[in-house]
């Protein structure tokens, strides 16, 4: 008795080759990589501060997060053709990934905010996070109210001329906002030293 085995057509062969170098990529290595991914942000009014719009003399703070997941993506031939294929917009990146987003690393973020990848290959690496935030806002409420501002024009001695506008009146008030920051970027694992430290991502 024969079986016929059918011959995986060539996209699937192609296919079995990127989860290959994937898998490859992904091996036991003796490298190291770390970073602290964060984003800047208007600094939150203190509860006994006086009323005010965040914008006014608001200053810059960095924030990072704890125990959020940071995912490393080989860097392989088709990944490489995907990112060029979408200008690096990560969200049709990595939702175009299909089986090569099942071959990943993973790290959690410290209590200071950063990612430790231990046992890596050199190579380049697809690093994807987010760091989720609350952000300082200035709310603008339309208050159904209208102002009218007049300019009337003399010749020195007699009105001869006048124009009106009529515009909105508005509230403002502070609040705050839950935010995401994404980072998406193309890192290298250097061969030549056994920790790459990327430092401060932004």
Avoid at 11 to 25: G, L, N, V
Avoid at 130 to 152: F, K, L, Q, S, W
Wanted: glycine letters at 8%.
């Amino acid at each position: 008795m024969f079986v016929l085995l059918a011959a995986p057509s060539p996209a699937q062969a192609q296919s079995q080759a990127d989860i290959a170098e994937s898998i490859a990529q992904l091996e036991m290595g003796p490298h190291t990589l770390t970073g602290r991914p964060g984003a800047t942000r208007a600094a939150l009014a203190d509860a006994g501060k006086r009323r005010g719009l965040f914008s006014r003399g608001a200053k810059s703070e960095r924030v990072y997060t704890q125990n959020q997941p940071v995912i490393l993506i080989p860097y392989t031939r088709r990944v490489e053709a995907i990112v060029l294929k979408y200008n690096g917009d990560p969200f049709p990146v990595l939702s175009s990934l299909g089986e090569l987003g099942n071959y990943t690393a993973r790290a959690l973020t410290d209590a200071n905010g950063e990612f430790h990848f231990r046992g890596l290959k050199p190579g380049r690496y697809l690093l994807s996070t987010t760091v989720p935030y609350e952000a300082a806002v200035t709310i603008r409420e339309d208050t159904g109210r209208t102002r009218t501002d007049t300019t009337i024009t003399t010749d020195g001695y007699n009105i001869i001329g006048a124009s009106s506008v009529t515009s909105k009146v508005y509230d403002y008030r502070n609040a705050t906002s839950d935010l995401e920051h994404r980072v998406f970027k193309l890192v290298e694992v250097k061969a030549d030293r056994t920790v790459t430290a990327l430092g401060e991502m932004q």
